[in-house]
């Protein structure tokens, strides 16, 4: 239970050192709604493998694939579906996924064993992002890092 609430509490920090209190930068006066584009970061090369397995995986259809990137007791969150926890669950989730898909990271955080990527996707490299997540990582026993929590929706 300790390494869990390790997790949120250093995506908790995170996110908000990152934001900071009050309306995003770029925020429309009107409507609250930020109207910048976020500017992509480049990652240490361990983080980069993170996204670019999941590109891989998700662009060959290939849910084992996809499921071997989480940590055992991961979980996926995605819209329109509960919680999928566990590789067998991912495994399932993902079972007719796949697609062209580039992943953007905008900002990232490690802090010991736990870290985050937020980003956005899209479905090639030089297309806008058409939707964003964010990635919870653990790094496993082998010390690659593993998705712990992948939380994702439109824009």
Not at 75 to 85: D, K, S, T, W, Y
Not at 96 to 105: E, I, K, R
């Amino acid at each position: 239970m300790v390494k869990r609430r390790n997790l949120v509490g250093a995506i908790s920090f995170g996110i908000m050192t990152m934001l900071g209190i009050g309306a995003p930068s770029g925020a429309d006066a009107q409507s609250g709604q930020d109207t910048s584009s976020p500017t992509e970061v480049s990652m240490p090369d361990e983080l980069e493998m993170v996204l670019r397995g999941y590109e891989e995986a998700w662009q060959s259809r290939d849910p084992v694939a996809l499921a071997d990137l989480f940590t055992p007791d991961g979980f996926v969150l995605r819209p329109g579906a509960p919680p999928a926890q566990g590789r067998e669950a991912i495994l399932q989730a993902y079972a007719n996924a796949g697609g062209p898909l580039s992943l953007h990271a905008y900002a990232y955080q490690v802090e010991g064993d736990v870290g985050y990527i937020i980003g956005g996707w899209s479905s090639a490299p030089d297309r806008p992002a058409v939707g964003k997540f964010v990635l919870a990582l653990r790094r496993g026993e082998s010390g690659a890092w593993l998705i712990a929590a992948d939380i994702d929706n439109g824009n």
